[in-house]
């Protein structure tokens, strides 16, 4: 429950910044890449201070560090609200809401991790699924508090809001140090934790960039973060731009939210069956996520972009449902806190770069269907790294297969 929230708090209001976008540009008079440079700073801080958060967490625990995020967002939104320059949201807005959001987002994406392996991609879609329920909400919400209160005041009370990161931080109860048999297992987890180790001193390991496969994630992460914050970043002045009234876009993402929650339970759910390999489906949904994006823009009209926004988030909730559960299929679940720091720092570089790469085309062609294009072919991109990861890794496979026959083979002899 406390993931859940934490979910809603951290990436939720991270998915509405495009309300506040028309807004800002319009207060500052600057065109569409300067503004979206405000957004590209969160996603980039978001990102960069992954492995930070990774190591704090093993040397201290989940619910410290999600504290501190918390204080770290909430101090981001509170300073926004003064208002005092451009410069000032990217070092506020920017800056320390995305290092609250990191310090709050990874020790919970941890914290689910450890504590199921039978059941994780259904308790991570489950946990995750709270960016999509609040997502929902926030949107025509945050809408109606711009009309009422102004941009500014809006972020005072998304500052205030987020002030509850710290009790979600506070209800993380650490893992035990000595695993119980099933049977006694006080929450009724009947075995499924992993076993936690006991806390340490580390340092951050980036030797696993040697690993292929590993190398190969990382660059499908660097494409696909380069496309995943642009769409919901433009689908609002998209949509205003075809003339339609404030509360039609902001519909539009709450849609949008409610086809990723579903999108993220079904695909876990599939996950968990076990009816295909993680990277299949992973594969799958990324190139058909980019096929929709692709074809989004010949939307005219309010029906058109519902239906092309839907599939958007359905897809989009199915590749974040395994996309980091992924992980541990790759490096195991030992590598995995050290893991998801280094796949989060790299995504650094497509989201601070796909926003405004697609502002600059947007201000180029002054058409809002190119950002829309560029999101598309940053994803099929990506779908052609995780192709090559489960080639390598199925071969890995096969070849201990080999091994383990002939170790056998030469005990049997």
């Known amino acids: 429950m406390s993931a859940f929230f934490i979910m809603g708090l951290t990436a939720a209001v991270l998915k509405n910044f495009g309300l506040f976008f028309l807004d800002i540009q319009s207060h500052f008079r600057v065109p569409t890449s300067t503004t979206s440079w405000v957004t590209s700073t969160t996603i980039a801080m978001f990102h960069l201070g992954a492995p930070v958060a990774s190591m704090l967490t093993l040397q201290f625990s989940q619910r410290v560090v999600i504290i501190v995020g918390g204080l770290l967002a909430a101090s981001g939104m509170l300073l926004a609200s003064l208002d005092l320059s451009l410069p000032w949201l990217y070092l506020t807005m920017g800056v320390l809401e995305g290092l609250g959001i990191s310090f709050s987002w990874i020790p919970a994406n941890s914290m689910v991790s450890h504590y199921f392996v039978r059941w994780r991609p259904i308790a991570y879609a489950i946990a995750s699924s709270g960016e999509c329920v609040f997502a929902v909400l926030f949107s025509p919400f945050f809408q109606w508090l711009i009309e009422t209160y102004t941009w500014q005041g809006t972020l005072l009370i998304i500052g205030g809001l987020q002030l509850n990161l710290c009790v979600c931080g506070a209800l993380m109860r650490p893992l035990e140090t000595v695993q119980n048999p099933p049977q006694e297992t006080k929450d009724g987890l009947e075995g499924d934790a992993a076993v936690p180790t006991p806390k340490r001193k580390v340092i951050f390991q980036c030797s696993m960039m040697r690993e292929p496969k590993f190398f190969l994630y990382i660059l499908f992460a660097i494409f696909a973060a380069a496309g995943f914050f642009i769409p919901t970043l433009f689908l609002v002045p998209f949509a205003s731009s075809l003339g339609m009234d404030k509360y039609w876009p902001a519909s539009i993402l709450s849609t949008l939210a409610l086809a990723d929650l579903v999108g993220r339970l079904i695909c876990g759910w599939i996950a968990n069956m076990r009816l295909m390999r993680n990277l299949q489906?992973?594969?799958?949904?990324?190139?058909?996520?980019?096929?929709?994006?692709?074809?989004?823009?010949?939307?005219?009209?309010?029906?058109?972009?519902?239906?092309?926004?839907?599939?958007?988030?359905?897809?989009?909730?199915?590749?974040?449902?395994?996309?980091?559960?992924?992980?541990?299929?790759?490096?195991?679940?030992?590598?995995?806190?050290?893991?998801?720091?280094?796949?989060?720092?790299?995504?650094?570089?497509?989201?601070?770069?796909?926003?405004?790469?697609?502002?600059?085309?947007?201000?180029?062609?002054?058409?809002?269907?190119?950002?829309?294009?560029?999101?598309?072919?940053?994803?099929?991109?990506?779908?052609?790294?995780?192709?090559?990861?489960?080639?390598?890794?199925?071969?890995?496979?096969?070849?201990?297969?080999?091994?383990?026959?002939?170790?056998?083979?030469?005990?049997?002899?």
């Not at 002054?366 to 071969?395: E, H, K, M, P, W």
């Open 281 to 413: 489906l992973l594969t799958m949904v990324v190139t058909l996520l980019g096929v929709v994006l692709l074809l989004l823009p010949i939307s005219h009209n309010y029906w058109a972009i519902l239906v092309f926004a839907s599939l958007y988030g359905f897809l989009y909730g199915c590749v974040v449902a395994i996309h980091v559960t992924s992980i541990v299929d790759i490096v195991t679940l030992q590598g995995f806190d050290n893991a998801l720091g280094l796949f989060m720092l790299f995504r650094t570089i497509g989201g601070f770069i796909g926003p405004p790469a697609a502002g600059w085309l947007v201000d180029q062609t002054n058409d809002y269907s190119s950002a829309f294009y560029l999101s598309g072919l940053c994803f099929i991109s990506s779908a052609v790294f995780v192709i090559l990861v489960d080639r390598l890794t199925q071969g890995r496979k096969a070849m201990e297969a080999i091994n383990q026959e002939d170790w056998e083979g030469e005990k049997i002899k």
